[in-house]
């Protein structure tokens, strides 16, 4: 008897990377009434272009809804230095999600848990029942999911393929299942994760290729021939331990839409047209208004050229 493959593409999305790069993407973007929609029509616009790219059947945007418990027990630091949400962006993201469940898009936020480790939680279910997932983001933590059915779309990749583990090891050096510890040796100053002293993202390459693990450098940094690496490593032992417990992702949270509930909706047209009417985006607009009707006159808003994203980037861990 022969077996059946799974079939379907799993689309997920980390929302407030998407939101941060709409907003320093667009200067400035106002509605007809003055309120700032530049990382509205920027979020709708890329999603739009992200599903012609990838034409996923199942597709779920996912939402930080804070510090998870448990980092920040083991790092009191831990994303202790990251700016607060910009107000003008701050204000956009109940609009955001509201326009999400309009257009059909399943989306997720639940309080004190963080969108990565939903993002790895969704990665462990769809296994075996889709044919693959893709995650759109820029942040580097999730180069440790990649794998044979799982891959990274990253919006700084202008050649819009999907990063597979070839391209992860290309990257960075190491493969998929060494990334938590490649990046607990070089830290991340993003998230206020420090790595071992002197330790860059090169020589802990090098020494992942040479020991293959933190555990195997850990029992045999005695090979070290430089003594201020030998000491640094030596003297990072519980620092590299508690990184690794920090760095790699949970899959196991509970609760959350079943597979089966991130198929596309039936948009609400009505509510769209609210929006878009009252955000001022005529061109949207006039896509989701039958022929018959007339697009009501307003004053388009104004978008300024598109500025660098290194800022939104940063806030996010970006990938190099």
């Known amino acids: 008897m022969s077996s059946v493959s799974p079939v379907g593409r799993l689309l997920l999305v980390d929302g407030h990377a998407y939101a941060y790069r709409a907003f320093y993407a667009i200067r400035s973007m106002n509605s007809p009434t003055g309120r700032p929609t530049n990382a509205l029509y ?11 790219i990838l ?13 998870a418990v448990e980092r920040t027990r083991e790092l009191p630091g831990y994303k202790a230095t990251r700016p607060p949400t910009p107000e003008g962006l701050e204000e956009q993201l109940p609009q955001l999600m509201s326009w999400l469940g309009a257009a059909g898009w399943a989306s997720l936020q639940v309080d004190g848990t963080e969108a990565d480790d939903w993002l790895a939680t969704y990665v462990r279910r769809a296994a075996g029942q889709m044919g693959s997932v893709i995650i759109a983001s820029s942040d580097k933590d999730f180069m440790q999911l990649v794998d044979a059915t799982t891959g990274l779309f990253n919006p700084n990749d202008k050649s819009e393929k999907v990063w597979t583990a070839a391209d992860v090891e290309a990257k960075t050096g190491v493969s998929p299942g060494q990334i938590v510890d490649w990046l607990s040796l070089v830290g991340d100053s993003v998230d206020d994760i420090p790595g071992v002293p002197g330790v860059g993202p090169k020589t802990a390459t090098d020494l992942l290729k040479r020991f293959g693990s933190v555990e ?9 021939k430089s003594e201020n690496q030998r000491q640094a490593v030596q003297s990072s032992a519980e620092i590299l331990r508690r990184n690794q417990r920090m760095i790699r992702l949970k899959d196991d949270l509970v609760g959350g839409p079943p597979l089966e509930q991130l198929l596309p909706g039936t948009p609400d047209l009505a509510a769209l047209r609210e929006c878009y009417a ?5 061109s949207l607009l006039a896509e989701v208004t039958p022929e018959a009707e007339t697009v009501p006159s307003m004053n388009p808003p104004t978008v300024a050229p598109q500025a660098s994203t290194k800022a939104g980037d940063a806030i996010q861990g970006d990938l190099f």
């Open 42 to 52: 920027g979020f709708i616009k890329m999603l739009f272009k992200m599903e012609g």
């Open 278 to 282: 009252r955000w001022g985006f005529r």
């Open 216 to 224: 195997q450098l850990l029992a045999r940094a005695g090979e070290l």
């Open 55 to 67: 034409k996923p059947t199942h597709r779920l945007v996912i939402w930080d809804g804070g510090l």
